[in-house]
């Protein structure tokens, strides 16, 4: 059973920069994605961005240019690089792994999220 442990949300200014970061634990297979969703108050959880094993990314529209994901392939961890946020990112990040097995099952893992809050 793979574990993903979150750390890195708080209170930040509009404009301002948070680094989130999550490490997986107790895995016996190598991890092909990592990323990460959110969910604000009222509405459906939302991927943000993630990485595969092999460096490709992918990011949501709402924060091209802004965030930055990254990954140590070697550690099981990804990072978020959250630049001039918004008031409108305020939510709780998740991490997400999934993991492909030999009979092409992908089993996926949520971290236990993480707030990050916007405002003034």
């Known amino acids: 059973q793979v574990q993903l442990v979150e750390s890195g949300g708080g209170l930040v200014q509009p404009g301002g920069s948070l680094r989130l970061s999550c490490t997986a634990s107790?895995?016996?297979?190598?991890?092909?994605?990592m990323g990460w969703y959110r969910q604000a108050p009222g509405k459906e959880r939302e991927m943000v961005a993630y990485?595969?094993?092999?460096?490709?990314?992918n990011y949501a529209d709402f924060v091209k240019g802004r965030f930055t994901v990254s990954r140590d392939n070697a550690a099981d961890t990804v990072y978020l690089q959250m630049n001039s946020l918004k008031a409108e990112d305020t939510a709780v990040y998740y991490c997400?792994?999934?993991?492909?097995?030999?009979?092409?099952?992908?089993?996926?893992?949520w971290g236990q999220g993480t707030q990050v809050t916007v405002s003034s």
């Open positions: 997400h792994a999934t993991i492909k097995l030999s009979d092409n099952t992908v089993n996926h893992y």
């Open positions: 107790r895995s016996s297979f190598s991890i092909d994605v």
């Open positions: 990485m595969t094993s092999g460096g490709t990314t």
